[in-house]
């Protein structure tokens, strides 16, 4: 387990800072896109892209490099913000997410944006693809690693239980998963809409090995993921706890804020509340 | 015309051969591949072989995920199950992708091993060809079940094959070459054209011999490629001839039958008929049985031909 130095902390929570920043104001400029979700997953991708993997974003299509799959696809914000601030592609791309002509799609086109591995959007499908791509790097001996992020809601289609269930069955500890738990999704809350929990107990039952931690508190992130990508002979989930919206006051925990777009006064307000450089 | 081996033993047999030349194909499979026959490769290529369980929207994601990685896979499992039941993660994460996979629909269309309604895949060609970027290919016999594996293989991009379970008459010649995209004049005649796809076009050589003996000369024409369509030869049947009967094991919805319509009215429109299950589930029994009932037997496809020249007097 490496203890991260304070130094090291503040890094990674200050780049986390202005992703969000990011965030909030793509959203905003666009008038589209999922605010909640990508709030909510921002402390895991900083963890996973300012830390964990092993990336390069000179050579995006570097063979060697491990595999990152948004299977909740309406998290895009999120990760592009994450993408531009590593330096995959110019900060300025984001004023064109969600227009026409734009490689930022309200969903990743793997197409468009050097850094995406695969389109997603169309939700459960993710974990399956992640699941291809670990089963192809070990089939060839490659030491990648491939990490996938799958949503709460999400986890109500019936796909994302048959990937679960063959990734165990192959055996396959050169993929991990993590759940970004905020418990709501577009309608309401898990427990309303249709309730996953007890989901730890679930992956257990399929033969995963879990471990549960606040997804907001990045030394949990970075010891929880690092050593289930040590772990071996079984797939491991890191169900990490969140809160929709994280950062901004008015969005926290609100459904309504999935898949809305602050307008300019909210806007002030969640940079303000970031501190963000307005 | 001389009985071969069914289309199914063709795909089997050449997976196995491919896959003997190319170390990046592997195969998946939903808990059919005795009877798709990938068993064959699961037995010569076990580490290649990835047996899925009764699962296939996770399987044609895990395909997905391997041909990012490289590979060629092939998935296999019936054509109702490819189509149907895993639709949006062959749009989503294969054919969107521009996933390098190979879909292999087994015991496509009407003829199903009399398992009836529920295995006839009788619309997998409207849903793939619907999906952006996606190659549909239905084989006649087993020679062009050989080539077109070759040369799906060569292509890169997702891939719908259609498999039939039945051996069918051989109606390629002696050394043909398949060429993705290309139709095939089986049969040379100037009054009528004959287009088929799949086990259909056997059944159009049949009938084209019937309308010989009824004093007309049917051109045959054998489209294997359902899309990209050739639509050179299209055109030029509808233009060298006096009309158009499509046939195929298909709903007359979506299909052949469609694709052909979509080329004539585009570019050349001519009288037509298609000939194909009318917008209706099938139902156990014989191939025989099945082609007789549903009105796709040789004397059915004469008839429509028949109907479309008497549409050519009339216009």
């Given amino acids: ?278 | 015309m001389t009985m071969v081996e069914s289309a199914r033993e063709a795909f089997g047999r050449t997976l196995v051969e491919l896959a003997r030349q190319n170390r990046d194909i592997v195969v998946l499979d939903a808990d059919l591949a005795s009877s798709t026959r990938v068993v064959y490769f699961a037995q010569e290529f076990p580490e290649r072989f990835f047996q899925m369980g009764v699962a296939e929207q996770n399987m044609m994601g895990v395909a997905a995920g391997m041909a990012l990685m490289g590979k060629i896979p092939f998935v296999s499992t019936f054509g109702v199950f490819a189509s149907r039941r895993a639709c949006d993660q062959v749009a989503i994460s294969i054919a969107h992708c521009r996933s390098n996979v190979k879909i292999v629909g087994a015991y496509s269309g009407i003829v199903s091993g009399n398992n009836g309604a529920t295995h006839q895949a009788v619309e997998d060609v409207a849903i793939m060809r619907g999906i952006p970027g996606m190659v549909v290919v239905d084989p006649a016999d087993d020679q062009e079940m050989e080539q077109a594996m070759r040369a799906i293989v060569e292509y890169r991009g997702p891939v719908y094959l259609r498999v039939t379970r039945d051996p069918w008459p051989r109606i390629s010649p002696e050394g043909y070459q398949f060429v993705l995209g290309k139709a095939l004049q089986v049969k040379a005649g100037a009054d009528v054209t004959l287009i088929g796809s799949g086990m259909m076009t056997s059944q159009c050589v049949e009938a084209a011999h019937l309308l010989h003996g009824e004093g007309i000369q049917a051109r045959v024409l054998h489209i294997a490629t359902i899309k990209p369509i050739d639509v050179e030869a299209i055109v030029q049947a509808a233009r060298e001839t006096k009309g158009i009967v499509t046939a195929e094991n298909h709903n007359i919805y979506g299909g052949l039958g469609s694709a052909v319509a979509e080329v004539l009215a585009e570019h050349a429109p001519a009288p037509m008929v298609r000939i194909g299950l009318c917008d209706c589930y099938g139902e156990c029994g014989t191939n025989a049985e099945l082609l007789q009932k549903y009105s796709m037997s040789p004397r059915h496809i004469a008839d429509a031909a028949h109907a479309v020249l008497q549409k050519s007097r009339s216009r």
């Fill in chain 1, 1 to 278: 387990m490496t203890l991260l130095s304070k130094q090291q902390i503040q890094y990674l929570e200050e780049t986390a800072r202005r992703i969000r920043c990011h965030v909030v104001r793509t959203i905003s400029e666009a008038g589209v896109g999922h605010p909640g979700g990508s709030l909510s997953e921002v402390d895991i991708l900083t963890a996973l892209y300012f830390h964990i993997m092993k990336i390069d974003p000179k050579r995006p299509d570097w063979e060697e490099r491990d595999r990152f799959v948004l299977s909740k696809g309406h998290g895009a914000a999120g990760l592009y913000a994450t993408l531009a601030e590593r330096g995959f592609f110019p900060v300025e791309w984001l004023k064109t997410f969600g227009r026409i002509d734009s490689p930022l799609q309200v969903h990743p086109d793997m197409h468009l944006v050097p850094g995406i591995e695969v389109s997603t959007g169309a939700l459960g499908q993710g974990l399956s693809v992640a699941l291809g791509m670990a089963l192809a790097a070990r089939m060839d001996g490659k030491g990648i690693h491939v990490y996938c992020l799958i949503g709460d809601g999400e986890s109500q289609e019936g796909q994302v239980w048959e990937a679960a269930e063959s990734a165990a069955h192959y055996k396959v500890d050169n993929l991990t998963v993590i759940l970004d738990y905020n418990r709501v999704q577009l309608m309401g809350p898990l427990k309303e809409v249709m309730e996953i929990a007890p989901v730890a107990d679930k992956w257990r039952s399929f033969n995963w090995a879990v471990t549960e931690i606040d997804g907001h508190d990045m030394q949990q992130i970075i010891t929880a993921v690092e050593a289930a990508k040590q772990s071996k002979g079984q797939p491991h989930i890191v169900i990490a706890h969140t809160i929709k919206g994280k950062g901004v006051s008015y969005m926290e925990g609100q459904s309504a804020w999935h898949g809305k777009a602050p307008n300019q006064e909210q806007l002030a307000q969640a940079l303000a509340e970031l501190g963000c450089k307005q």
